[in-house]
Every structure is written in C-alpha cells, then in structure tokens.
C-alpha cells in the first residue's frame, strides 16, 4: 500500500476512471474495493421475501376513465397504499410493453457501449441536464453503492434532442412522454385520494419537472458485502419506477424489509417526500434499498415527478384544505430546490431529510 492511500484518494482514482463500476467488473475484479463495503448491521439481507402475510399492493388501473365505480375503488386502493405502505405497483397503465422493453434496452445500450463515448456525459456538475457518474455522494457516503447512473433532467426544460445519447435518444423522449401522461393521472387519484379535486396537485406544480434516473447494477463479486442501493427515501412528489425480471428492490414495511416482486408490465410507484410534506403525513414516503447480486446487470428507469436543483420560486408547505385544529402543519415551507439540495448534501446516509423541515 502506498504511503498516500486513503480512503478518499481510492474513491477519486475511482471516479477519474470514468468508468464506473462496470469499469471494475470489465477488468475482471473478484473482490469489491474497500470502499464499497457496508457496515454489517447495514448489510444485513434478512428478509420476509415475498410468500409473507405481507402482501405488496397491486392496482389495476384499466377502465378508470369508463366507469366511475371503478375509479372510486382505484382512488381506495391508491389511499390505503399510500398511507401504509407509501409504495404500490400498477397494471394496465397505459404505457406500451414493448415501450417498457426498448427503455431498459435502451439503457443498456448506453453503459454497454464504447466507453469514450460514455466518458463525454461523466460529471458531478448536477446543474446539467445530463449527468453520468457512478455514486452522486461518492465523496460522502459511509460507503459506495454497487451501481452507475446517468441522470437526465426532461421537464419542463429538456435538453436538445442532440445532447442526448445517440443509442437511446428516442425512446428516452418517448418513455418521458408515456410516463409523464401516466403520472398526471397518478397525480389525480392521488388528489382525490386526499379528499381534494382530482386536479389539486396538478395545480401545486407537481407534475412540472421530470428527471429519470437509469441505473445499471452490474453483477457483483461479493454482494453479500455490499448494497445496490442503501436505504434512502426519495426527495421528489412522485416516483414512477421501471425495473427490469432480476429483482433486489425492497421496501421498508412494519420494521420487516419486504421484496418487490418484478411483475412483467408493471411499473413501481411510490410517495416522495415532497408529497408527504404537502399532505401533511397523510400519505408516506417511505425507506427502500436494492440488494447487490450475484446476477447482472440489473437495469431501472426511476422517474423522479420534480424539478430537481432548477431554481423555482415556489414554496411547499401542508395543503391547507388537510389542516385543521386537531391537525395542524408538522412541516415548514420549503422549496423544492432547497429540499433537494440538503437532501443531496447529506447522501443515502439512512436519515429521511423530512427531519430536518419539522416545526
């Protein structure tokens, strides 16, 4: 070991390789860095799986545009997910499969091509609108996680259609566009599952910004070292999730970490902390992680409903038609980007940074 290693120095020749963690499985690595090790009681696997009492909540979204009963009993089965377990999936959503495949292709088609090409998007500059790095808190994080991300900011100001990657320009646009118009309904039920007028959150703004996140988790040496992802909750209103058939997602549930099954079609939704702030603690953003695999790549799309660090003006606080004498506002008014910045600052360090806006 030379006399000037430190853990800092290993994560920077680590990121100036720009390669990120595929960099390290391409050269054939059979023990992960140091750096990428978990505490133990952080990496502890145990799990209630997916054969629990606990069942993951699924919704079937078809027909909820005909049928007024039907959409009565989707904005029921919206309101008891989001109030208890802050996560749900949803069926026949209206976004093509063979869209949901050529996005996950797509973004494989990004991390698996020439590296120099790849290089050109690599930064840690989250005033752009593309960003590629692996770990966006590799400088803060107790310890790295198994995964590479390249971040694009869609709305309400996208990049040009040429700055985006070649390999998965257009069904980027497209899948934007899909999931953008899937999220405006999800918005809707979500009003009306807080007793407000289906276009209530529309009107906050919610649905401004749309920034995704493709992840690729490549297969790992040593998973049972360390995490895909830690534990962290998600700064934003909404997410839309796209996983691939591996699994490894989990979500925290009544203290017991419960597995999200990878349903062919389906997408994963779950509460922000944003949405959370705004409802006042009505509905819940709620603590997930992704396990490290054996198996890989494992590929996801997360579309994150939020206009990320663009500066806006706009303050959120507790909606006030929720509040009352017996619940009054448990949160201050907040931007989003000064939300997303604090949240960013601290990392996936397993805190919710909802703490830190409390009255």
């Known amino acids: 070991m030379k006399p000037d290693w430190s853990p800092t120095s290993e994560r920077k020749a680590f990121d100036d390789t720009k390669a990120g963690v595929k960099g390290l499985v391409d050269a054939g690595i059979n023990k992960i860095p140091h750096f990428f090790h978990q505490p133990v009681d952080v990496s502890d696997k145990s799990s209630l799986g997916v054969d629990s009492r606990f069942r993951f909540p699924v919704i079937n979204l078809e027909a909820i ?6 959409r009565k009993e989707v ?9 208890t377990w802050g996560f749900f999936e949803v069926v026949n959503h209206g976004v093509p499969v063979n869209v949901l495949e050529e996005m996950k292709d797509g973004i494989r088609r990004f991390y698996e091509q020439d590296i120099e090409l790849k290089k050109e998007f690599y930064s840690r ?11 966006f808190d590799l400088f803060t994080a107790q310890a790295a996680n198994w995964r590479d991300t390249i971040f694009f900011l869609m709305a309400p100001d996208p990049p040009k259609s040429e700055e985006l990657p070649a390999v998965c320009r257009n069904i980027l646009k497209e899948y934007c566009k899909e999931v953008t118009s899937l999220g405006n309904l999800l918005l809707e039920l979500l009003s009306e599952a807080l007793g407000l007028s289906p276009s209530h959150l529309k009107e906050m703004d919610c649905a401004e910004g749309l920034a995704v996140l493709c992840h690729y988790y490549p297969a790992c040496p040593q998973p049972e070292l360390t995490l895909a992802t830690s534990k962290h909750t998600d700064n934003d209103f909404l997410t839309v999730l796209l996983q691939d058939h591996i699994g490894g997602l989990q979500v925290q549930h009544q203290n017991q970490w419960i597995d999200v099954p990878p349903t062919p079609g389906a ?19 709620v603590e997930h992680r992704v396990l490290a695999n054996h198996i890989g790549p494992r590929i996801s799309a997360a579309c994150f409903f939020s206009t990320s660090v663009m500066p806006k003006s706009r303050l959120y606080g507790p909606i006030q038609e929720l509040l009352s004498e017996e619940n009054p506002p448990k949160y201050r008014e907040t931007t989003v980007t000064e939300y997303v910045l604090y949240s960013n600052g601290k990392g996936l360090d397993g805190t919710s940074p909802l703490l830190h806006f409390k009255l």
């Open 65 to 70: 545009h005909k049928d007024s009963i039907r």
């Open 75 to 83: 904005v029921d089965k919206v309101q008891i997910a989001s109030e």
């Open 125 to 135: 500059d989250y005033t752009k609108k593309i960003v590629y790095n692996s770990n």
């Open 267 to 285: 997408l994963v939704v779950n509460i922000g902390d944003l949405l959370q702030l705004i409802s006042n603690d009505k509905f819940i953003s």
